[in-house]
């Protein structure tokens, strides 16, 4: 009876790793659209998410679920205000990618750090995993926080658990966070240390982006950040 049991519920697992799976493969397309929806959405807040596929939320079932959507219910949370979102993360993004590609597409206002905006940053995963050298990291990295206003959040490299991989993302994060100390008006969100120890059930379906609950995660550091 027990072996019967463990069978039926080994089955019931592969059937929703399945319908996650084959979900993912729409993920892309369907999470992009909605931010483009929201960011047409009214707002007496903006905020700015630059980053990669994380930005974006992928490996959730619902977009809303990334930090940066995390990020605006905390901000709407403490300001009582409702929030745009102008998700500019686009999913293989490095930091090359968000300095050539997004920077320019940030408003002007949010550019200037006028009150009622706010930018956030989260990029490196794909720096970490591409081989990206560390030195041309911060040379990239510091001429785009260069770029942002006072009170801008940058987040570090998460832990990215794998090998090689995590440990050119550890490094990656120290020089993420030695850029952003370089730049006393931007705030760190601490996201490597927020990911350590994640669980197998905070990934989504294709097994390398965190999934709703793993999203909370990176959302305390921004919220941190946030409050700092």
């Known amino acids: 009876m027990l072996r019967r049991a463990l069978g039926a519920l080994l089955v019931l697992v592969l059937a929703a790793w399945a319908r996650g799976l084959a979900a993912a493969g729409t993920m892309e397309t369907d999470h992009a659209a909605y931010w483009r929806r929201r960011g047409r959405s009214p707002g007496d807040v903006l905020l700015v998410a630059l980053g990669d596929s994380l930005a974006q939320g992928l490996g959730a079932i619902h977009p809303e679920t990334s930090w940066a959507g995390r990020l ?6 403490r300001t009582g205000a409702r929030v745009r979102v102008l998700c500019l993360g686009m999913c293989g993004a490095g930091v090359a990618d968000v300095l050539a590609d997004q920077l320019p597409q940030v408003p002007e206002a949010a550019l200037r750090g006028e009150p009622g905006t706010l930018i956030a940053l989260e990029i490196g995963t794909n720096d970490a995993s591409g081989g990206t050298d560390p030195e041309e990291y911060r040379r990239l990295l510091t001429q785009l926080c260069g770029a942002l206003p006072a009170g801008s959040l940058v987040g570090d490299v998460p832990d990215l658990k794998r090998g090689r991989v995590r440990v050119a993302g550890a490094r990656l994060s ?14 760190l969100a601490r ?38």
């Open 72 to 77: 605006a219910d905390a901000m709407e949370e």
């Open 174 to 187: 120290e020089v993420a966070r030695e850029v952003v100390a370089a730049h006393p008006g931007l705030r």
């Open 191 to 228: 996201v490597e240390a927020s990911t350590h120890g994640v669980i197998p059930w905070e990934f989504g379906p294709d097994l390398a982006h965190p999934n709703g609950q793993g999203y909370r995660r990176f959302a305390r550091a921004f919220t941190a950040a946030l409050g700092s």
